[in-house]
C-alpha cells in the first residue's frame, strides 16, 4: 500500500463540494456605510451582518481606536503573560465586570478562542461536557480539545440535559449552550438549565454571542433578561464581533474561575493578545451598549415588522423574536437560488449550507439590526415572496 497523495485528497474533498452546491466563496466588501455596502463592485443592502446594533461603524469608537492607536500602535506585542496586556484592556476589563454584575472579566481576541479556553481549561479527560445538539462549533471544539465525554441533547431540551448530567454522577461536570442560537435564532431554556447544572453540581457555561447587547437591562444579555445573575451563571462568554460591531471576548466569572483561565487556558497564554486600540474601541461601544436602548428598542419593532410581514406572505421564517431570522429552503441548490434572486434585486442574503447546519436545511439567514429602515424592511419581504414564488413555480 502505498502512501495517499495530499493533491488526490484535496481534489476529491474540493470536487464532493461543488458536486453538493456547498462550495463557498468568499465575497470582497468595498465600501461601507452601515447597512449599504459595495460588494464585488455592486451596492447591496446588507441583511446578514451581525452588527445588530449598527455600532461597528460607531464614530465614538473609531475616534476611541483611531486615538489609542496612536499611543500604543497597531498591535499589543505579546502575549498577556508577557507583555502585552495593557492599560486599555484592563480599564475595559473592569468596566466590563462592572456593567455585567461579576467579579472580573477576561478579553479574548475573538470569541471562538474564549469559548475554546473555557472548556479546556476546565475540563480534562474523564470529565463531562453536556450541550445541546445546536450548540456553536467553538463550545464543540473545546470540550473536543480537553478530551472531555462530550453528551450532546436534543435542542432546548432541559429534560434531556438533565438526563445526561444524571449518567455521570461521579464526573466533574459542565453544561454549555448558546443563549440565542446562531443559526436558528431561538433562545436556549435559561432558567431550566441553569436549575439542572445547580442540582447537579454542574458548571453552567453560557455563550452569548447573539444575546449581549441586544436583549435584558442595559444590553446585559439572555441571561440577564432571563434574571439569571453570577451565581446561576459562573461562566458567561461575550463575544464583540455581533451587536458590540467589533471583535474580540471577554469571559465573565469569579476571581478564582478568572486567575484559573489567565495560568492555563492555553488559546490566552499561548497567543498575542487582542490590540490594545481595539480594547479602547470596545469601552467606546460598551457606553453606547448600556445606555444607547433606543437602538434596542429600533431593532426589536424592525424584527415584529419583518415577522408580521414575512408570516402575511406565508414565508417558512423560524419561530425566532431575536434579529435572527432563518428562512429554511431545504436543499443547497435552492438557498443558492434565492440568494443570487436577491443579490440581483439589490439585498445581500448570505445562503447557509451544511456544514454550518445540518444536511437539507439550508437556508437564508436573514439578520435585522438598528441601522435598517421600515422601508428597507418590507421591500426584503416583498422581494422574497415573489422570488419564492417564482422560484417554486418555475417562472
Ligand atoms: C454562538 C457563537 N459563539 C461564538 C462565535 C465565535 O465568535 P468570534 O466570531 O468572535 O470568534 C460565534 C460566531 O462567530 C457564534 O455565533
Keep these: 500500500m502505498s502512501r495517499p497523495r495530499w493533491s488526490e485528497r484535496l481534489a476529491v474533498a474540493q470536487a464532493s463540494r461543488a458536486r453538493s452546491d456547498a462550495l463557498r466563496r468568499r465575497r470582497v466588501v468595498e465600501r461601507v456605510e452601515g447597512v449599504h455596502v459595495v460588494v464585488d463592485g455592486q451596492p447591496l443592502i446588507n441583511f446578514c451582518s451581525n452588527d445588530y446594533l449598527g455600532l461597528a461603524g460607531s464614530l465614538d469608537a473609531v475616534s476611541a481606536l483611531q486615538e489609542a492607536a496612536a499611543w500604543h500602535g497597531v498591535g499589543s506585542g505579546a502575549s498577556a503573560l508577557v507583555s502585552g496586556h495593557h492599560v486599555l484592556h484592563a480599564r475595559f476589563e473592569r468596566e466590563a465586570a462592572e456593567w455585567m454584575g461579576y ?35 467553538c463550545l464543540l471544539d473545546g470540550a473536543r480539545l480537553a478530551g472531555a465525554e462530550l453528551k450532546r441533547y436534543p435542542h432546548r431540551d432541559f429534560g434531556g440535559a438533565l438526563r445526561q448530567l444524571q449518567s455521570m454522577p461521579e464526573a466533574a461536570a459542565v453544561l454549555a449552550t448558546d443563549s440565542v442560537f446562531s443559526m436558528d435564532g431561538d433562545v436556549a431554556p435559561l432558567r431550566e438549565l441553569a436549575l439542572a447544572a445547580t442540582g447537579e453540581h454542574a458548571l453552567f457555561v453560557v455563550d452569548e454571542a447573539h444575546g449581549v447587547g441586544v436583549m435584558g437591562p442595559e444590553g446585559r444579555g439572555a441571561c440577564a433578561a432571563a434574571n439569571l445573575s453570577a451565581r446561576d451563571v459562573p461562566a458567561l ?96 441548490s435552492r438557498a443558492l437560488a434565492v440568494a443570487r434572486v436577491l443579490e440581483q434585486q439589490g439585498f445581500w442574503v448570505a445562503p447557509i449550507r451544511p456544514p454550518t447546519v445540518p444536511d437539507g436545511k439550508a437556508r437564508l439567514r436573514i439578520t435585522l439590526t438598528a441601522a435598517h429602515t421600515e422601508i428597507e424592511v418590507d421591500a426584503l419581504v416583498d422581494v422574497l415572496a415573489s422570488c419564492l414564488e417564482d422560484i417554486d413555480t418555475g417562472a
Excluded at 481576541?109 to 445546536?134: E, I, M
Design 103 to 137: 467579579e472580573r472579566a477576561l478579553y479574548f481576541p475573538s470569541g471562538y478562542t474564549a469559548n475554546l479556553a473555557v472548556l479546556q481549561a476546565l475540563l480534562d479527560g474523564g470529565d463531562l461536557c453536556v450541550q445541546d445538539k445546536l450548540n456553536h462549533a
Design 237 to 332: 462568554v461575550a463575544p464583540l464581533g455581533k451587536a458590540f460591531g467589533g471583535q474580540g471576548a471577554l469571559v465573565f466569572g469569579g476571581t478564582s474561575l478568572i486567575e484559573h483561565l489567565l495560568q492555563s487556558a492555553r488559546p490566552y497564554v499561548f497567543s498575542t493578545a487582542g490590540a490594545p486600540a481595539l480594547a479602547a474601541a470596545m469601552s467606546a461601544n460598551l457606553e453606547a451598549v448600556r445606555s444607547q436602548g433606543w437602538r434596542r428598542a429600533k431593532l426589536a419593532s424592525l424584527v415584529a415588522r419583518f415577522r408580521r410581514g414575512a408570516l402575511r406572505h406565508g414565508l417558512p421564517v423560524l419561530e425566532s423574536n431575536t434579529p435572527i431570522q432563518p428562512l429554511v429552503l431545504g436543499g443547497n
